[in-house]
């Protein structure tokens, strides 16, 4: 049997009582269902994703290697080696987890226009990807897009679908020069037919919102309830606008309790995450609180080392006068 057909998962049975494991070679596995083919059955298995327990699949040695860089945080070798077993895969299904993997790299090293290419190689390939939670959409609110990003982001405006929109709008909503054509189009994506598209577009209109007008704390509220509407794996981005929000209206508790989901959860854009914490920090140093600020201060240097936000940040000293940051 070649090593494609030596996949095996492990699904729960419909009625939940007890375990199958289908032996074969996986040819879709996408955020609906798994497909397995096996030796000598006719009809392939179509398993529905809740109902999967475990997937072992046979990966190539340059897959290994990628995946035992990564763990171990060597980004670099990790990058390419994810790019040699991409260029090997002959599986539609595989490709999509490398193409993953190099979004991840990318969203490590905080290079959010490589991230969106290959988020968009990603997720054109298939209507309903198993990754798509990690879309690498900027949620910031103050300063500038990055040149190269913004230049990317432009280009990604012609390619189709709601998902590139998206991506697209999110990146140039902080540029100068395209800022209001990204806003009528994330406000647009507002009634997107793709549910994941038009949730989180609603929470990246709120960056808009806090640009234009303080938001109230009605809006606050509203804001908070649709976050707690989401699924699990899409809060991270607008916990963190909320938190900057709530920031800026001197809920300082609230808002850094938003601030630490996504920096506990939402993991995979580190960069983002890192951010999350050192604001996280500053609101509870304004509350009075410094040794909890201090705590995550040096969480921030040891979670999120070489990042802006653990370059910027230091930690207090007990008996240093308070320093008060600018709003987020």
């Not at 190689?121 to 690498?136: D, G």
């Not at 990003?149 to 990146?171: C, P, Y």
């Not at 997107?192 to 234009?212: F, G, H």
């Amino acid at each position: 049997m070649p090593a494609q057909g030596r996949d095996r998962v492990v699904v729960r049975q419909p009625d939940g009582r007890g375990q199958l494991t289908h032996v074969g070679e996986i040819t879709e596995y996408d955020a609906i269902v798994l497909v397995i083919k096996a030796r000598g059955r006719a009809t392939p298995w179509r398993i529905p994703v809740e109902r999967i327990v475990s997937v072992t699949t046979v990966r190539t040695p340059p897959h290994q290697a990628a995946l035992k860089y990564f763990k171990r945080g060597e980004i670099t070798l990790a990058e390419r080696s994810f790019q040699q077993a991409l260029n090997q895969a002959p599986r539609a299904w595989v490709r999509r987890e490398l193409l993953a993997g190099l979004v991840r790299c990318s969203l490590h090293s905080g290079d959010y226009r490589q991230a969106g290419s290959h988020f968009l190689n990603l997720s054109e390939s298939t209507a309903k990807p198993r990754h798509f939670p990690l879309v690498p959409l900027d949620w910031r609110i103050r300063g500038t897009v990055d040149a190269a990003v913004a230049s990317e982001a432009r280009a990604w405006r012609g390619r189709a679908g709601d998902v590139a929109k998206l991506l697209a709008a999110s990146h140039l909503l902080r540029d100068t020069t395209y800022s209001q054509e990204a806003e009528t189009q994330l406000r647009r994506l507002r009634i997107s037919t793709d549910p994941r598209v038009r949730e989180l577009a609603v929470a990246q209109c709120w960056r808009a919102d806090i640009k234009n007008k303080k938001p109230t704390p009605r809006q606050l509220d509203t804001w908070t309830r649709h976050v707690h509407s989401l699924p699990l794996d899409l809060r991270g981005g607008p916990w963190y606008v909320i938190g900057l929000a709530r920031f800026r209206h001197q809920q300082l508790e609230p808002a850094a309790s938003a601030l630490m989901w996504t920096s506990l959860v939402f993991e995979d854009d580190r960069f983002l995450a890192a951010h999350a914490t050192q604001v996280a920090a500053d609101a509870l140093l304004s509350d009075n609180q410094p040794d909890a600020a201090a705590t995550l201060y040096r969480d921030l240097r040891q979670r999120f080392a070489g990042t802006p936000a653990a370059r910027e940040s230091s930690i207090p000293q007990p008996n240093a006068p308070r320093t008060k940051r600018n709003s987020p």
